[in-house]
C-alpha cells in the first residue's frame, strides 16, 4: 500500500512532499523515543509518533522512512514542517489517538 | 601504508537541537558517493547520529572527524562536556543523565551509548570528568567483531 493510500483511508492531513506520496510502505514503527526509533525501525516504514520537533524528520530522513504521521491533533513546529519539505518527508497529521491510528494502519497493511 | 579515501570533520554546538543530524546526514552522502554498502552507510549514520546528540544534549561543543580507507570506516567525536564519572553505568541499556526538557522530546532514553556500540565494530569511549568526552567508533568494511570493544 502507497502512503497516499493510507492518508485517504486514515483521513490524514498530509502537510509536506505532497509530491512523495508514491512510495510504498513497508510497515509502521511507533515510538516516541528517537533513539528506539534509529534502532529499530526498517526502511520504508511510517513512524507513528506524538513528537512535533524537527529532530524526528532527521530521524526519518537517516533510517529512509516513507513518512510520520504525527497523532492527537499536535501540530508540527514550523521549523519541523521545512525541514520535512527539504527532506521530502511526508509529514501526516491524525486527530485521532496513537493507538487508534496504529490500529488502523495496522488493519490496513496486515489484514 | 593504507590508503585513505577519504577524510574530514564537522563541528558540533551544544544544545543546537534544531540542526541535529546534519553531520550524520552529510556523512552518510559522503560514504554513499563512495560507493560504500547500505549496510555499513546506514550502521555509520546511526551511530554518527547518536553521538552527534550526545554532544549536543550534554557538551558545549565537540568535534566529529571521520577518516574512511578502504578497509575501515573511523569516526571520532571529541567534546567540552562535563565528561563521564562511570562509562560502565553509561553503557547501562536506559541509564541516562539528560535532563526532562530533552527526554520529552524523545531523547535521553539511555540508548544513545548502548545502540553506537551495537553499530560498531570496535568502540572505545575516553572520558575525563570536567573537561570532555571521547568516543572512537570503527566500523569494518568486510565483516569484522561486530559488537566488540569498549
Not at chain 1, 7 to 27: F, H
Request: hydrophobic share 40%; with cysteine.
Amino acid at each position: 500500500m502507497k502512503v497516499n493510500e493510507i492518508a485517504g483511508k486514515l483521513c490524514l492531513r498530509v502537510n509536506t512532499a505532497q509530491g512523495d506520496l508514491d512510495r510504498e510502505i513497508t510497515g509502521c514503527y511507533i515510538s516516541d523515543l528517537l533513539s528506539d526509533v534509529m534502532a529499530n525501525a526498517q526502511d520504508g516504514e511510517v513512524w507513528i509518533t506524538l513528537q512535533t520537533h524537527p529532530n524526528i524528520v532527521a530521524v526519518a530522513a537517516l533510517k529512509n522512512l516513507a513518512g510520520n504521521i504525527i497523532t492527537n491533533n499536535r501540530s508540527p513546529e514550523e521549523e519541523t514542517l521545512k525541514k520535512a519539505e527539504a527532506e521530502r518527508i511526508p509529514i501526516m497529521l491524525s486527530s485521532s489517538s496513537t493507538f487508534e491510528t496504529g490500529g488502523s494502519l495496522y488493519r490496513l497493511l496486515r489484514c | 601504508m593504507t590508503r585513505q579515501l577519504c577524510e574530514g570533520s564537522f563541528h558540533l554546538v551544544g544544545g543546537e537541537f534544531t540542526h541535529a543530524g546534519a553531520a550524520s546526514s552529510e556523512l552518510k552522502a559522503i560514504l554513499t558517493g563512495l560507493g560504500i554498502g547500505t549496510d555499513l552507510v546506514r550502521r555509520a549514520a546511526i551511530a554518527t547520529f547518536e553521538a552527534e546528540m550526545n554532544v549536543i544534549i550534554h557538551a558545549a561543543a565537540g568535534v566529529l572527524n571521520y577518516s574512511v580507507t578502504p578497509e575501515r570506516i573511523q569516526i571520532v567525536v571529541s567534546d567540552m562536556g562535563p565528561g563521564i564519572p562511570d562509562i560502565g553505568l553509561a553503557m547501562t541499556e536506559g541509564y541516562s543523565t539528560a535532563p526532562d526538557w530533552v527526554r520529552e522530546m524523545g531523547w535521553g532514553a539511555g540508548m544513545g551509548l548502548p545502540n553506537i556500540k551495537k553499530n560498531s565494530d570496535r568502540f572505545r569511549v575516553e572520558s575525563v570528568v570536567g573537561e570532555g568526552t571521547t568516543i572512537e567508533i570503527i566500523i569494518l568494511m568486510k565483516g569484522g567483531d561486530a559488537g566488540e570493544g569498549e
